[in-house]
């Protein structure tokens, strides 16, 4: 596979090798790597709106963390996005899993459901978050509607304006705009392994209960490990739907509150107080980043020796 | 239903197994599909009738919500700004994707593995918890409020995943090919455009769908970096649009249906690359 004419051109060539990887590199130090490192130096500086001020050291973090006015509101958005992620990982992960291994053995109309289950996914997080916050509205949405003409008018609420409900609307949103993800990379997952395992699992009288649990989900396991990281940082990155159906404020009482939405409103202000900290908002999201750069490794690494395991 | 609980028998079980999944596969189809319908329905109804006859079939003829999404909104800037960022986004991102790519694949280099772990971190880093500096930088730049703003995030986010999917085909290709040109007396650009890039077809479809869906529905960066209502794109447009009308359901409706026309139609006329690209990610 030796080219003959190597050496003559070799300046030539290395002119035209750096032509074509220093444009895109530039590029991703100027708008990656630059604001990343960034962020971290400007937690350490008082902002005052876009200027910034002196060197405060940890000031901001200990304000994150620990002060009086901004931890309780911390702590709490942090426990619901913990409580989404748990939900998550069983509605939206678990519900993919047992929906890819119907879908596996290419049931009647196992084209349709492919496709079908997938249509949410390509929608805008917007356009569900909206959709559903109509469909969930106390008087006139569809969601009480049919309650109200199933005669289960017990059953109806005002969905999001209930702090005991709101942030399991969310999460239930959520999951039907995602579901189809998890499902047909476990599909894939599932169509990767050798057909004759199954087959002699089966013919050994092996039930469909043993063959998921022993068969299926082990060796799926490489999937697994991708969802669940993606799902872990999706889960605290979690802004859009909250935004959408909520609003900024995390209403009612706080209690849909997210890490994004105390990003967003320290970082940027809200509507009613516009109040700007660039430095508060810097500590959040480097604390936010090295705890899911740190969770999001521990959890790879885990999954991983875990498919290695079986 | 009964059928399950009666007939236990191994020899059955395959069967009301598969009635089951039927059930649940259509019940699950239903629930995917169910709110969409309703939301095409509803445009095409007024307030009073979406609030009396929520579940009812419209008067398909009645289409004067969708005109006048289209006609007195500001809905087809919105449509057209987020056409332009999109494509914009995808082409920067193909460009500079298969340029790296290409050299990474093709050229033997001590600086290879360098140059794929300084992709590789991009592609892990969410680029999302750096938006007060990327703030800063582009009102440096004065990109603040304008489309260039989005094109050039989008694009530095999509890059690294891009520069994988281009270098991991690229790589595929027999160096017979190039080869062959050299000998004929082919100059490298020459080569990579004429030979081996007419054969990549395949992977840049892929990268241009993996990226295109989010870029297409992207609202965080948007919400933080445009405020002129002439510039915004269609999912940050949308909320400007829901605010205004919030009590003409009517409107809403006819607002979201236009809003998920195009990618959802889209979608359902290439399925299958659309799957195949979203799911490149996680699917090896």
Redesign the interface.
Known sequence: ?H?P?RQPQSM??RL??AF??V???V??S???????L??FA?AFYDWQG?ARGEFVGLKNFREVLFGATMAPVVWNAFLHNVYALVALMIVQNGGGF??AW??Y?E???FR????????????????VG???K??LNP??G?VN??LY?LGLDALAKPWLGDSATALGALILANA?HFV??PT??YL??MQRIPSEIIEAARLD?TT?WQLLKNIVWPLVA??TT??FT?LF?GAF?W??IP??MVGLDGSPFGSTDVLGLVFYRT??GNQSASIQN?GL??AL??L??LF??VFASMLTLWLRRREIQF | MTAIASDTSAARRPISFAFLAQVILIANSFIMLYPVVVMVLSAFKTTGEIFEHPFALPDFTQVQNFAKVLGETAMPTYFINSLLVTGMSVLLILVLGTMAGYAVARYESRTNTFILLFFLAGLMLPLKLAVIPLFILLRDLGLLDSRWSLIVTYTAIGLPSAVFIMAGFLRTLPSELEDAARIDGASEPRIMWSVMLPLARPPMAIAAIQNAVPIWNDFFFPLVFIQTDSRKTLPQGLTSFMGEYTTDWGMLFAGLTIAAAPITLLYIALSRQFIQGMTAGAVK
């Open positions: 596979m080219v004419h030539k060539r035209w090798v074509l990887v444009p895109p590199i590029f991703m100027l708008f990656v790597v630059y604001p990343i960034s962020a400007y876009l047992l929906l119907l879908l053995k049931p009647f109309g349709f459901h492919r496709v079908a289950v997938f249509v949410p996914v390509v929608l805008s997080t917007i356009i909206f959709l559903w109509l469909f008087n006139f569809i509607q049919a003409s039907w189809g993800f047909l990379v894939a997952g009288g469909e490489p999937s991708i969802l993606l940082i990155n802004f859009e935004y959408v970082a940027f660039f908002g810097s999201a480097t936010l980043f899911i750069v």
